[in-house]
C-alpha cells in the first residue's frame, strides 16, 4: 500500500516537471503585463475569411476545382488595414506539394495550376466585417499580406496596427505572451498565452523556436514590443514546424506589401457570356412546277 502511494506521488510529481511551461503558475509580475498587454493589443489580431479555389491538372487533363473555407488569424501592420498571416494557411498549394512528396514519382504528373481567392473578408473584434483582398504573398518567408478594400473600410471603425520599427529582443528562456483570438464558434475572444524562447536558429535567417504560438499571431514581450509573428518553416515544399520571425525581418516586405494596397484592385474580368446557339438550318423543299 505504501508503495502504491509513492509511486503515485512520483508519477504526479514527474507530471508536474514534464508540463508545458504555459501551464505552471507565473509569477504575479509577469501574469499582470500578459492580463495588460491583452488588453492593449487585442484589437490587433483580426480574423481572416476566405474561400479559397485550387485549380490542379493530371497530365493533360484538369480535374475540377475544389474549393475550401479559411478562417485564421492575422496581424494589423498599419492603421490603413494592412494586415499578415501563414501563407501557408491559405495557400493549399503547400500541403498539396507535401502530399505529392509522400505519394512519390507517381505524383509527378499531378500540377497546381493557380488558387484564386474570393470572399475575402477582415472580421475586427466587434464583428464588423470588412471586404479585403490578398496583395502580397512570399513563400520563402511564408508571409501573405491582406488589405481591406479603402471603400468598404471607409467609415468602418480604425484598425490597431503593432509596432513593427520598435522590436523586442529575442533571449533564450525569457518570457514572451503569445496573443491570439479563439475560433468564431468560441465567440473570438483573445487568447493570452506565456511562452519561452527555447532556441535561436541563424541561417538562412534568423527564427524564434518557442514553448507556444499560434499561426499569423504576434509574439509580444513584457513592455508590448513585438518580437514577432508565428509562420510555418518550409523546407523542400514541406513545414517542419512553426517558428516565429523577427519583426524586423517583416518590416522591409510590408512596406512593399503597404504599395501594392495603395493601388487600385485590378477590375475583375467580365463573366463568359455563352455564344447562342445555332439552330439548325430545315433543308429547303423545291416547290413542285405545274406544268398543266
Known amino acids: 500500500m505504501k508503495s502504491s502511494a509513492c509511486s503515485t506521488l512520483f508519477l504526479l510529481a514527474l507530471a508536474l516537471v514534464s508540463a508545458p511551461t504555459g501551464l505552471r503558475a507565473l509569477p504575479e509580475s509577469e501574469a499582470k503585463a500578459g492580463r495588460d498587454l491583452v488588453k492593449r493589443c487585442a484589437d490587433s489580431i483580426v480574423g ?24 485564421i488569424n492575422g496581424t494589423v501592420l498599419n492603421a490603413a488595414g494592412l494586415t499578415v498571416t501563414s501563407l501557408a494557411a491559405i495557400d493549399p498549394r503547400t500541403q498539396f506539394e507535401a502530399i505529392r512528396a509522400s505519394i512519390g514519382p507517381g505524383a509527378a504528373r499531378m500540377e497546381v ?16 466585417e470588412v471586404p479585403a483582398r490578398v496583395v502580397l504573398k512570399d513563400g520563402d518567408l511564408d508571409l501573405a499580406f491582406i488589405a481591406p478594400d479603402p471603400e468598404a473600410a471607409a467609415g468602418k471603425r480604425g484598425f490597431t496596427p503593432v509596432k513593427l520599427d ?9 518570457t514572451y505572451f503569445v496573443i491570439s ?21 541563424e541561417k538562412p535567417r534568423r527564427m524564434f523556436l ?5 499561426l499569423g499571431c504576434p509574439v509580444f514581450d513584457q513592455q508590448g514590443r513585438v518580437l514577432g509573428v508565428s509562420v510555418q518553416n518550409l523546407s523542400g515544399g514541406r513545414s517542419s514546424g512553426l517558428v516565429v520571425l523577427p519583426a524586423a525581418d517583416m518590416a522591409d516586405i510590408a512596406k512593399q ?7 487600385p484592385p485590378e477590375p475583375k474580368p467580365a463573366p463568359e457570356v455563352p455564344a447562342p446557339e445555332k439552330k439548325a438550318e430545315t433543308p ?7 406544268k398543266g
Open 210 to 214: 518557442m514553448t507556444d504560438q499560434q
Open 48 to 71: 481572416i475569411e476566405m474561400v479559397v479555389t485550387l485549380k490542379m491538372t493530371m497530365g493533360d487533363r484538369a480535374m475540377p476545382p475544389r474549393e475550401n473555407k479559411i478562417d
Open 284 to 290: 429547303s423543299v423545291p416547290e413542285p412546277v405545274n
Open 181 to 201: 483570438r479563439a475560433p468564431k464558434v468560441l465567440q473570438r475572444v483573445p487568447v493570452v498565452r506565456p511562452s519561452l524562447v527555447v532556441g535561436i536558429v
Open 166 to 174: 520598435e522590436p523586442a529582443e529575442g533571449m533564450v528562456l525569457n
Open 113 to 128: 495550376r493557380e488558387t484564386d481567392y474570393k470572399e475575402v473578408k477582415l472580421r475586427l473584434s466587434d464583428g464588423t
Open 257 to 263: 506589401a503597404a504599395l501594392e494596397a495603395a493601388k
